[in-house]
């Protein structure tokens, strides 16, 4: 409601839901033939326009209308003047972070953790001396692309440090607009209150960028084309690597937010021991 109020000077749900409903009839009841014509029919001109247009192309390198319209099947519209992102009644992140998390979680004598190994380096290691292996790197990777590349969208990072106390009040801000090239900033003192150095601030800029095999691949791109492989490399993964748990979004080629990820652990753990 805030924003619709700063955008229209509305001030009631209705008065909102009016404007919206008032805005999607440009298209006459037409079936959304695209993304730009799918978002317009769940929220009309101007929140597309402002919102979703440009942060959509930039996130996906390509115009509103040649992206497909299933991408967004549903944009969640909440009539309440709560600026929280979502519903959750439980929202925020461990103290201290996930790292301290996993790193207590792992601090066990029967865990021996080592980082900077390339799995593939050592596959072969890995699959002759353990039972089960629980892979959560690129599920195509794994079997050397025999079926083919699934794609990925990746992101360039480009962080500073500044000289003053609290550079935008907020953990996170997202440009939606076309011309701003990041999609958002972090403010990384902003996660854990009352933490860090005062007159100093380090920020994030956001950059999406297009993914080739040896950058790192944060998004899978889920259309019919990618599912439809993913599905093809879970056969071959039941036939030809049975010892192998793929987990999270790369092994599962699914856009997955924390809380989902932790989720779909603890069902994989359920299925292992319950069967
Ligand atoms: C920019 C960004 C912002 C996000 N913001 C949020 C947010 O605000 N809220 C939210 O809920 N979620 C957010 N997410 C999603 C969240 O980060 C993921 O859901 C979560 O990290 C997925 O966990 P995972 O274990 O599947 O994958 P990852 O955390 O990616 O873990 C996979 C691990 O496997 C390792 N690995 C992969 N291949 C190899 C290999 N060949 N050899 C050795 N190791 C390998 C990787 O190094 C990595 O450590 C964000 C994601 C991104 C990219």
Redesign the pocket.
């Known amino acids: 409601m805030n924003t619709f109020n700063k955008l229209w000077g509305v001030v009631t749900p209705q008065e909102a839901m009016d404007k919206i409903n008032e805005q999607k009839s440009v298209l006459n009841g037409k079936t959304p033939e695209n993304l730009e014509e799918q978002a317009i029919s769940l929220v009309g001109t101007d929140i597309y326009e402002k919102l979703v247009k440009g942060y959509t192309e930039k996130q996906w390198g390509r115009k509103a209308t040649e992206l497909p319209a299933f991408i967004i099947r549903r944009l969640p519209v909440r009539l309440t003047y709560d600026n929280n992102y979502f519903n959750d009644n439980f929202q925020g992140?461990p103290v201290g972070g996930?790292t301290q998390i996993v790193e207590k979680m792992l601090d066990h004598e029967n865990i021996t953790v080592e980082t900077g190994?390339?799995?593939?380096?050592k596959k072969d290691e890995y699959m002759n001396d353990y039972d089960k292996v629980l892979?959560?790197?690129?599920i195509d990777?794994f079997f050397n692309y025999e079926l083919g590349e699934l794609e990925y969208r990746s992101?360039r990072?480009e962080t500073e440090v500044l000289d003053e106390d609290n550079h935008q009040g907020n953990a996170?801000v997202n440009y939606t607009d076309a011309k701003t090239p990041y999609t958002r900033i972090i403010e990384h003192k902003h996660f854990e209150f009352g933490k860090g150095e005062e007159g100093k601030t380090v920020i994030t800029r956001?950059y999406p960028a297009d993914w080739k095999r040896g950058d790192?691949?944060?998004?899978p791109v889920n259309n019919d084309k990618n599912n439809t492989l993913y599905e093809q490399y879970k056969e071959l993964a039941a036939k030809k690597a049975r010892n192998v748990i793929f987990?999270?979004?790369?092994?599962?080629y699914r856009?997955?937010?924390?809380?989902?990820?932790?989720a779909?652990?603890l069902e994989a753990v359920n299925e292992e021991f319950e069967g």
């Open positions: 992140i996930y190994v390339d799995f593939f380096d892979f959560t790197g690129m990777q992101l990072f996170v956001e790192e691949p944060y998004y987990g999270g979004r790369l092994g599962q856009y997955y937010n924390m809380d989902q990820v932790i779909a652990a």
